[in-house]
């Protein structure tokens, strides 16, 4: 079971995957940021001087004993703005990559027929053992 184990966890596209979360969860601070400290206090400006971070629906005023029990909404704003901008920068990104691939296919000789025959043939007796 060790052994199994091994093997999956250092196959290349477990290793790949676990440098993508990595990175990712990097650039979720950085898009963040970007929103927070970027985007929304000039929005916040047009909007004449709103702090979206700030805003909030409070739904039982504090009291000795408790805090304010409050609607956020003005987070949630934050949030979506995050994702929005996170879900573009993914998708130009990938674009890119596409872009890039078709290039590379583009540029590859085009292997012949028979060839890619012998490799069929190839895979489906190995697949048979």
């Known amino acids: 079971m060790l052994k199994e184990f091994k093997k999956f966890a ?14 990712g969860a990097a650039f979720g601070k950085i898009t ?33 004993e408790a805090p304010a029990i409050t609607l956020n909404y003005g987070l949630f ?10 879900a573009l920068a993914i998708f130009l990104a990938i674009k890119q990559i596409n872009r890039l691939r078709k290039k590379e296919e583009d540029q590859a000789p085009a292997v012949p027929e028979d060839i890619q025959l012998l490799r069929e043939i190839r895979d489906s007796l190995q697949a048979k053992k």
């Open 77 to 86: 704003i934050n949030t979506i703005v995050d994702f929005l901008l996170i």
């Open 10 to 23: 250092l196959k290349g596209s477990v290793m790949d995957m676990a440098v993508g979360v990595v990175i």
């Open 32 to 64: 963040s940021s970007l929103v927070t400290d970027v985007i929304m206090p000039p929005i916040g400006l047009i909007t004449g001087g709103i702090n979206f971070s700030q805003l909030a629906i409070t739904l039982k005023a504090a009291t000795t």
